[in-house]
């Protein structure tokens, strides 16, 4: 070895490239000193973050641990609870978070999070206190319960929502307690994340019909309270429904290959069962057949859709337009004391949306593989290849969406047909996309924009009221693309309102003028349709006591081009009725 000199250069004049970078760093470092010191800036340690590891929740705790879960409304939560006791889990809902929750979430929370964040993790912080309360100690809080939601990658504060959950139940004393998370991306089967709540397709299929018949059983409960004859009526059958579909829920039993059939197929047993719970699925009748029963329970109940009422569309960020409580003003109920009937968003609307948004990423990065370009056109083995595992690709998502849409709509159908089928995805990229680009992520994307336009432009509402929180950057920035969209749509009437947990008084008061216009809008179309028809109201009731089956909120009612209105509907109704009786 030759001795180096402190220049770097070894004795016969060759440099040594080890002493060369060893002289750089040296001079790297002694500068990196001297600028501190000129700055007077201590030296600090560094720390990087890493992810805290949690104790795992396994299948041999199920027996003794409570899921807690919550973000819906009650509808949607009555019947999960079903289907994970039906499933062999202890489960709890956790109460509509309040005003005291979001108060409890800034508290232990970090400064600047957006209103789901706080709302949510303030209820879950408010509940175990309570439990507390009760008599159990912190350690067997957090040995006995763990909290279910679901987790995402942003690009907004939602992202951050795990992180947030367990800064906060630190702060607040439950430090260590557990936190699953059902990824949105995480495909059908995440039963490798935590053992104690398998994911598997029992889960998820249970799942998405507890979420389908709360989406169309609360569009019912919507739709017939402000034309119930008998105030509280709809609620107090809700309330049964609700009892009898969550008994369904947990007598429904995962369909299984037992006996000596299984043990005969040995290894082939799980890909048949895996077959024979689609069929299941697809061909069992057993929710339609109790969804008939709801409704025989709801077709008691006396309407009068001679009412004139406004029909308000419920859009905006996700939590924001689906929770019924103060996180959201109360909002909804706020509509129906003012005179409006509420037209809610369901959560299927949702899951289509995450389906197409996958089939267009599919489309858009077809022929890119690995960071690589389209093979040339000699290259056919290539080629084919990548043809083939797109069309593979695609015709799997066509088909789970083509299923999800049917067993949605088999609800549908099994309620009269009175709740709203699925809007097109395709329709609402189509309408969007001018205004609001389709492949942009985060929050509903293009949707907010695409569904004012399709329901104002469309004539299925007379207003539209977005509902999101205070500083959600993506409805924030389709609140800029709706300035175009109003601009462009001359007659529709669309208010955004950003929630908080304060600032009710203000946000129901701008409500109140937009509804006023739209109330003067139902009230001008009910109008000029006794005028076209040269009825009177007097008439349109003596009609109807002649008629009682109108009087039934399963009654069918046409809807025509133009018309909003459920009275100026039923009034055009009448009128048709009475010509055909005539001939």
């Known amino acids: ?43 600090r340690q560094v720390h990087h973050f890493k992810r805290p590891v949690e104790r795992p929740f396994t299948k041999d705790q199920r027996p003794h641990t409570t899921l807690l879960f919550g973000g819906l409304t009650w509808k949607h ?44 993790v303030g209820n879950l912080v ?84 507890a ?69 299941k699925q697809l ?35 996700f939590w924001a337009q689906t929770t019924e409580g103060d996180g959201n003003f109360n909002m909804f109920r706020f509509l129906e004391r003012e005179g409006a009937q509420v037209l809610v968003e369901p959560v299927g609307t949702w899951i289509t949306y995450m389906i197409h948004q996958v089939v267009q990423k599919y489309r858009d990065h077809k022929g890119l593989e690995e960071g690589a370009v389209l093979p040339p056109w000699w290259q056919l083995g290539r080629r084919a290849r990548i043809e083939w595992n797109y069309r593979n690709r695609l015709a799997k998502l066509k088909l789970a969406e083509a299923i999800f849409r049917r067993e949605y709509h088999r ?17 609402l990229q189509r309408l969007g996309h001018p205004y609001y680009n389709s492949r942009a992520g985060g929050g509903e994307g293009h949707l907010e924009v695409a569904k004012n336009i399709y329901y104002s432009n469309k004539g299925l509402a007379h207003m539209v009221l977005s509902l999101k929180p205070f500083g959600c950057m993506p409805s924030t920035q389709s609140d800029g693309a709706q300035a175009a969209v109003v601009a462009h749509y001359k007659d529709m009437i669309y208010l955004p ?32 349709a006794l005028e076209a028809t040269g009825l009177t109201v007097e008439d349109c009731y003596a009609f109807v006591d002649e008629h009682p089956e109108l009087r039934r909120p399963f009654y069918r009612l046409p809807q025509r081009s133009g018309v909003v209105g459920v009275a100026a509907n039923m009034v055009y109704h009448i009128a048709d009725l009475r010509a055909r009786r005539r001939h």
């Not at 489960?91 to 509509?96: G, K, R, W």
């Not at 995962?254 to 719970?277: D, F, I, M, Q, V």
């Not at 109790?290 to 077709?299: I, K, P, S, T, V």
């Not at 609800?411 to 329709?427: F, I, M, N, S």
Request: charged letters at 25%.
């Open 1 to 43: 070895m030759n001795a180096t000199v402190a220049d770097g250069r070894s004795r016969t004049g060759l440099i040594q490239i080890d002493s060369v970078e060893e002289l750089i760093r040296r001079q790297v470092e002694q500068e990196r000193v001297r600028l501190e010191q000129q700055a007077r800036l201590g030296r």
């Open 77 to 120: 939560e009555k019947l999960i609870h079903g289907v994970l006791e039906g499933l062999g889990y202890k489960a709890e809902a956790l109460p509509t978070p309040d005003v005291a929750a979001f108060q409890i979430g800034k508290e232990y929370g970090n400064n600047g999070q957006c209103n789901p964040t706080y709302f949510t």
């Open 126 to 209: 408010q509940y175990l206190q309570s439990l507390e309360e009760r008599g159990l100690s912190r350690q067997e809080i957090i040995d006995k319960y763990v909290f279910f939601t679901a987790g995402a990658c942003g690009p907004c504060r939602f992202g951050m929502y795990e992180a947030e959950y367990r800064l906060a139940l630190r702060n607040a004393g439950f430090d260590g307690f557990r936190v699953l998370l059902f990824q949105q991306s995480g495909g059908l089967n995440q039963a490798d994340v935590e053992q104690g709540l398998e994911m598997n397709l029992d889960f998820f299929l249970g799942i998405l019909n």
């Open 211 to 279: 979420l389908n018949c709360g989406d169309v059983l609360n569009d019912v409960a919507y739709q017939i309270r402000p034309y119930e004859v008998r105030a509280g009526e709809t609620d107090r059958t809700l309330e049964q429904v609700m009892d009898y579909m969550h008994d369904v829920f947990v007598e429904n039993r995962p369909w299984r290959l037992n006996g000596r059939l299984g043990a005969w197929l040995g290894g082939s047993k799980e890909t048949l069962e895996y077959a024979g719970k689609f069929l």
């Open 283 to 317: 061909a069992g009748d057993k929710i339609p057949r109790a969804l008939g029963h709801c409704r025989e329970m709801f077709d008691r109940i006396e309407v009068d859709r001679l009412r004139v009422k406004p029909i308000v569309k419920i859009t905006g960020e």
């Open 411 to 427: 609800l549908v159908r099994a309620l009269g047909d009175l709740p709203h089928h699925l809007t097109d995805q395709y329709e």
């Open 497 to 528: 309102i950003e929630t908080s947990g304060e600032g009710e008084i203000n946000a129901h008061s701008r409500v109140q003028m937009a509804l006023g216009e739209a109330k003067v809008r139902a009230k001008r179309e009910f109008q000029e």
